[in-house]
């Protein structure tokens, strides 16, 4: 089966593609590196020949509100024409947790956007909802800082592992479309600053994290579940400490 990765270049698409070609697949990564750009167009049309699945993993260069709504459904609008002219069976998405309960953070309104645009496109799909990455716990941290004091909501937090979200994203494109959400989260929940602070102590940060309810999280106000799954979800298997713990033998 023909397999292609928007974004394939990216932490989750190189973490995606190694399976599924473990698997058998035929599968190609599709970024502006290797000549195909969302935005423009440019190649989309001949890397979809012949596609069964598309996996959507584009992100924005911006993270400004306006631009990356016009990211997001700009890409969504050239990949949906292309993927029926191809006669594409599937697209799997991946979203986020809470997208849709945050409405002033101007990201998550544009993920709503591309969600809105999936389900209207006609193609088969699947989107995926996954929550933060442990990967970008020292973005948020940075983002959240005031000089040696991080201040971060204690609502509740439930980041997973990249490698849990390629083996995720993985195993939906196998599988028959849902037509619908399947949300996806680390094994452990724990107030939003708790994890924050494990993790820069594991890293010998000596920044102080501060619990504050009113601490934005990129513009958006964090309630007591804004940011963890309400309902079902698959859980990741790589708790906090065993990442840290392959983190720094990595890096060892």
């Known amino acids: 089966m023909k397999i ?14 190694p399976i599924l070609r473990q698997g058998g697949h035929e599968v190609v990564p599709a970024s502006p590196n290797t000549g195909v750009n969302t935005i423009t167009g440019e190649g989309l ?16 260069p911006s993270f400004e509100d306006e631009a990356v709504l016009e990211f997001f459904e700009t890409s969504g609008r050239n990949i949906h024409s292309a993927e029926g002219s191809a006669g594409v069976r599937h697209h799997v998405a991946l979203s986020i947790v809470g997208t849709d309960r945050t409405p002033e953070n101007g990201y998550f309104r544009a993920k709503v956007a591309q969600e809105k645009l999936i389900v ?55 599988a ?17 600053n708790d994890i924050v602070a494990r993790y820069l102590k594991a890293i010998g ?37 065993e990442w840290l713990r392959r983190r720094s033998e990595a890096k060892a």
């Open 4 to 17: 292609l990765v928007i974004g394939g270049t990216g932490l989750i698409g190189s973490k995606t593609i």
């Open 45 to 60: 049309k001949e890397v979809m020949t012949g596609t069964q699945v598309v996996i959507d993993l584009a992100n924005s």
């Open 120 to 174: 209207a496109s006609g193609i088969p799909y699947t989107i995926i909802r996954s929550t933060q990455f442990m990967e970008f716990l020292g973005g948020i941290a940075a983002s959240s800082a005031d000089g040696t004091v991080v201040r971060l909501s204690p609502g509740l937090f439930q980041p997973i592992a990249a490698d849990d979200v390629a083996a995720s994203v993985a195993d939906v494109a196998l």
């Open 176 to 192: 028959a479309p849902r037509n619908g959400i399947i949300e996806i989260a680390g094994p452990e929940r724990a107030p939003f």
């Open 205 to 241: 940060d000596p920044r102080t994290v501060v619990r504050d309810p009113e601490a934005r999280y990129f513009g958006g106000r964090v309630e007591e579940r804004s940011l963890v799954p309400l309902g079902e979800a698959r859980l990741g298997r790589i708790g906090l400490d």
